[in-house]
């Protein structure tokens, strides 16, 4: 099995940035006069949030996501890079 689509190449690292860059996260929270708020975050926000507050257990979840995004985003550019270059041919 060849794993060579994980190397971290430009494409691969700017697309997982820009994705985890994209306000993904949201929380209802309640208000005390009834109804809800709803706030987004982006998960970078996060991640950098929860390192300042050495708040060490959500900071891995959100490297765990970091990680899927890097890999979902790895998988679809090497289908369509296989996708490009056999159509070149």
């Known amino acids: 099995m060849d794993l060579q689509f994980l190397r971290p ?10 994705v985890l860059s994209v306000p993904l ?7 005390p006069s009834g109804g809800y708020e709803v706030v987004v975050y ?6 950098t949030a929860y390192l ?7 900071f891995v979840l959100m490297v765990g996501f970091s990680l899927a995004v890097y890999l979902a985003v790895s998988v ?6 296989k996708l490009h270059k056999k159509r070149a041919t």
């Not at 982006?42 to 991640?47: S, Y």
Request: zero cysteines; glycine letters at 2%.
């Open 25 to 31: 996260i949201k929380e209802r929270a309640p208000l």
């Open 9 to 18: 190449r430009t494409v691969n690292v700017l697309l997982t940035l820009l």
């Open 42 to 47: 982006r998960p970078i926000f996060l991640f």
């Open 52 to 58: 300042q507050m050495n708040d060490y257990y959500p």
């Open 76 to 81: 679809v550019v090497g289908i369509v890079s």
